[in-house]
Structures are given as structure tokens and as C-alpha cells.
């Protein structure tokens, strides 16, 4: 099955170059960014270690910030993918230091095996739920070590991959660790082949939002006495 989801895809090369210009024409691509979809890019790799971070979009990258947070060190850089407009976006507002974004290239063989070999992370961190088979199954072949963190699956996902579970029990083996949200996806991962840790949901490590003190305290007289939630 694996096997043939790759050749399908070299076949339909056209047709994904059709998909790709047809969703530039509805703003869900950046004409002038659309080659990283094809896992080409005119940034160098930079120097020393590179943790590769992949969020589909604003809500993994939230959580992706968290982390970087927590791992960033002065010789560290980090590599951000995602796969939407506004998640790039997002990116560009927070200005995180030595990091570069990049669109996810689509998991079309060729395209993946370009970005892995420009960018040769030293190491994988995917986000949630995103498990593309032949970026996962190049990763390991360029002996790039990829963990799925945050990792969740809901119902509808578990079925669809339990119901191939020849195809899920050679892909999640392949992650050197599935960090779950919550014990129910930890089960559900440990049924597909992963090696799995419990975890809990990055989003609650989040730093409190920022607020202006004098609107607080002007809001805070405002409602005393009165039910507050």
C-alpha cells in the first residue's frame, strides 16, 4: 500500500502542480514562497544544530513556540514548517529568534527527499497528528530522528488508521517516541505500533497573556460583588 500511495503520487505530479497554482489563485498559498512546497528553498542551511519543528497550522504552532521556548539555547537553530497562509503569518509576527520558516513540502517523494537533504535536521519534531508517510519514511532512510509530540488522534482518525493497520504499524514504529496528550490517545497509539510516553497538552504550559494593569483594576472595581468568572 505504501508502496503504491509513492508511485501514485509520481504519477499525479501534474496534478499536484495544478492543486498547488489552483489554491494560489484562493489565497491559500504564497505564489512567491510556492517552490518550498516542492521542497526547494533559497535559504541556506545554517550552521550547528538544527531541530526541525512541524505544525500543520496556528494551533500547532502555538504549541510549537511553547516549545521552543523550552529548548532554545544559544547554538541551537530551529527549522519551522507548516502548512498554511496564516500560520506563516503567525510566524512572522512573533519574530522567533534563530528561526526559519518554511511551507511543508507536499508528501510527494521527490519533493520531500529535496528538503530533507537541503536542510539535514538533525532532529524531527512533528506536531499532534501530522504523519505524512514518505516525509516520515525519507526521514528514516537519512537516519533523521523524528519524535511525534503533543501527539492526539480522534476518533475518526484512530479508525481510519486502525483500519490499515498494515500501513500504521510500519509508520508510528518509525518515530523514536509518541509523546501523548492524554492516556486515552496514548492507548489508542500503543494499538497502532508506536512507542509511546505520556504526556500532557503543551497549550497548558503556555505563559499568561500579556494585560495592561490599569484596564485589570478598572474591570476588577467594576464587577466586585458580582459573580466573576
Known amino acids: 500500500m505504501l508502496t503504491l500511495y509513492k508511485y ?99 508528501d510527494h517523494p521527490k519533493w520531500v527527499q529535496r528538503f530533507l537533504k537541503h536542510w539535514t535536521p538533525d532532529l524531527g519534531l512533528w506536531m499532534e497528528s501530522e504523519v505524512w508517510p514518505n516525509l516520515l519514511l525519507e526521514s528514516k532512510k537519512l537516519n533523521i530522528p523524528v519524535l511525534l509530540i503533543n501527539a492526539k488522534l480522534s476518533d475518526r482518525s484512530f479508525t481510519h488508521w486502525n483500519n490499515f493497520k498494515s500501513i500504521s504499524k510500519k509508520l508510528f514504529p518509525i518515530f523514536s517516541m509518541i509523546i501523548t496528550q492524554s492516556k486515552k490517545d496514548k492507548l489508542r497509539f500503543d494499538v497502532l505500533g508506536g512507542k509511546t510516553v505520556l504526556g500532557n497538552n503543551i497549550k497548558f504550559n503556555a505563559a499568561p497573556l500579556e494585560y495592561a494593569l490599569t484596564d485589570y483594576n478598572t474591570v476588577e472595581t467594576s464587577v466586585k460583588g458580582r459573580p466573576l468568572w
Open 8 to 106: 501514485c503520487l509520481l504519477a499525479f505530479t501534474p496534478a499536484l502542480k495544478y492543486y498547488l497554482s489552483s489554491r494560489v489563485k484562493k489565497g491559500k498559498e504564497v505564489e512567491s514562497r510556492l517552490s518550498e512546497r516542492y521542497g526547494q528553498s533559497d535559504i541556506a542551511r545554517p550552521t550547528g544544530p538544527l531541530i526541525w519543528i512541524h505544525a500543520a497550522s496556528v494551533g500547532e504552532l502555538q504549541s510549537a513556540i511553547i516549545l521552543i521556548e523550552k529548548l532554545k539555547g544559544p547554538s541551537i537553530q530551529f527549522l519551522i514548517t507548516t502548512g498554511t497562509v496564516t500560520s506563516a503569518k503567525l510566524f512572522e509576527e512573533k519574530k522567533i529568534p534563530n528561526a526559519i520558516h518554511q511551507f511543508v513540502p507536499l
